[in-house]
C-alpha cells in the first residue's frame, strides 16, 4: 500500500503563494502520474494539475500560468507551487498518485487526506 503525506496549505491573502507538498511512502516501485485535485464547497473535485514520470504537465484552465506542478522522484514527492491566488482557490487541496509496487502489477490509485487552502480577498 502506499501512503500519502501531505503540507502546505494554510490561509493567505489574496496575491499571495502557498506551496504545496505530498510525499508517498509505502510499497513503492513505481511512481506513475501525480496530481493534484481540489473541492471547493458545493461544488465537484477538479483537477489542478498532472505531471508524469517523465516531467509531461498539465493544468486545468483556471490555474495556468500561476501554478507549477513538479516532483522529486528521489524524494517521491510531488509539489503544487500556487503563486497570484485568488479567493475562488479556496478549497480543499487533494494529492493523487497511480503507482506500481512491484515490476508488472497494476496502477493503484491513492488519494492524499486533503490540506485547506484558504485565501482571503
Known amino acids: 500500500q502506499v501512503q500519502l503525506v501531505e503540507s502546505g496549505g494554510g490561509l493567505v491573502q489574496a496575491g499571495g503563494s502557498l506551496r504545496l507538498s505530498c510525499a508517498a511512502t509505502?510499497?513503492?516501485?513505481?511512481?506513475?502520474?501525480m496530481s493534484w485535485y481540489r473541492q471547493a464547497p458545493g461544488k465537484q473535485r477538479e483537477v489542478v494539475a498532472a505531471i508524469t514520470r517523465t516531467g509531461f504537465t498539465n493544468y486545468g484552465d483556471s490555474v495556468k500560468g500561476r501554478f507549477t506542478i513538479s516532483r522529486d522522484n528521489a524524494k517521491n514527492t510531488v509539489y503544487l507551487q500556487m503563486n497570484s491566488l485568488k479567493p475562488e482557490d479556496t478549497a480543499v487541496y487533494y494529492c493523487?498518485?497511480?503507482?506500481?509496487?512491484?515490476?508488472?502489477?497494476?496502477?493503484?490509485?491513492?488519494w492524499g487526506q486533503g490540506t485547506q487552502v484558504t485565501v482571503s480577498s
Open positions: 509505502g510499497s513503492i516501485f513505481s511512481l506513475n502520474t
Open positions: 493523487n498518485v497511480y503507482s506500481q509496487e512491484y515490476y508488472g502489477s497494476a496502477n493503484q490509485q491513492t
